[in-house]
């Protein structure tokens, strides 16, 4: 699948989501360039914005098969790996699935589990796979975490440690929509006279597979990737940082700038790309100091000052071949 193809395939799957999620296409399309670039997302925000449905949304465009995880305070590490169950008749263990095999999975409320079980996740994000007594198993391709995590309410919540934060490509908010934006789901929901939306697949795993692989393609100038790495660098320099974002940050900040690029019909990236990105890929991999808790001290804030000091460099022009 060439650029071309897969942007024009990831605007008509932008396109359908946001037939059910209303007035949030600049935060969709950063969730679908993460998953263009192989990643996974963290939606972090209030209740009732959107964050499940979104994921709904993404697995019926794209065709992907589902699965979503509540995530409790009783959950088990098996209750997401599976594990294996005895077979009376075949007299042999038998490996039952549990959600983690499947295209696209919803970890809902994902601090409210404990850390035993929310590490259950990292294999499966990082390796694709997941070790069950001493045996592996491959899960299938494409493989992406969507979870969700509520910013209020932290009583009888488990914080995510930063091991894990780091796993996520992306951390979005959708925000509050507008009163004309909020009116449009009233009446949308009113004209379908039913609860649930549902939307056409436009693509399916292996159309995912091809566009991340054209997303492969897509080029990175030199003087692009040195600027994702100045400005991962200068994140460990900020005064209000007790701990920047680690190198993984900076391949990060270029995997979806790439995804983003193509979005935008390009296959190479330009600086704006890099800083359409910057906030949701570096903010949740920066600490700030404790003794500024209690300031307006973020890591979002840390972002946007070091795009204002970190220079970037000239815009690129041209198609590359």
Not at 64 to 72: E, G, I, N, Y
Not at 167 to 196: I, K, T
Not at 288 to 296: D, G, K, N, S, Y
Request: aromatic fraction near 6%; include cysteine.
């Amino acid at each position: 699948m060439s650029v071309t193809d897969a942007s024009e395939l990831a605007g008509r799957v932008l396109t359908e989501v946001e037939r059910a999620v209303v007035g949030k296409a600049d935060k969709l399309a950063l969730v679908l360039a993460a998953v263009l670039a192989k990643g996974h997302v963290l939606l972090e925000d209030f209740p009732g914005l959107g964050k499940t449905l979104a994921a709904r949304s993404f697995a019926q465009a794209l065709g992907l098969d589902f699965a979503r995880a509540q995530f409790t305070p009783d959950l088990l590490p098996a209750d997401l790996t599976g594990s294996f169950i005895y077979d009376q008749r075949e007299g042999r263990f038998e490996f039952r699935r549990g959600p983690l095999f499947t295209g696209l999975l919803l970890a809902d409320e994902i601090n409210r589990t404990p850390p035993k079980t929310q590490a259950a996740l990292l294999e499966a994000m990082q390796e694709r796979q997941i070790t069950i007594e001493g045996e592996t198993f491959q899960l299938p391709a494409p493989f992406h975490v969507l979870a969700t995590a509520n910013p209020v309410e932290y009583e009888g919540t488990y914080p995510l440690p930063e091991a894990q934060l780091d796993r996520f490509l992306l951390r979005v908010s959708f925000g509050y929509p507008g009163a004309e934006q909020e009116y449009d789901v009233v009446a949308r929901r009113l004209a379908r006279r039913r609860e649930e939306i549902q939307l056409e697949q436009v693509t399916d795993a292996s159309g995912l597979l091809g566009m991340q692989a054209a997303v492969e393609e897509v080029e990175v100038d030199e003087s692009i990737g040195r600027y994702c790495v100045d400005l991962v660098t200068a994140t460990r320099r900020h005064p209000d940082a007790l701990t920047g974002a680690s190198p993984r940050g900076s391949l990060g900040l270029v995997l979806a700038a790439r995804g983003f690029a193509v979005l935008r019909g390009r296959d190479y990236v330009i600086p704006e790309d890099v800083k359409a990105v910057a906030r949701p890929v570096l903010s949740h991999r920066i600490t700030v100091r404790p003794e500024l808790w209690m300031t307006q001290a973020s890591g979002e804030r840390i972002v946007d000052a070091v795009l204002s000091d970190v220079a970037a460099p000239p815009t690129l022009g041209g198609r590359r071949s």
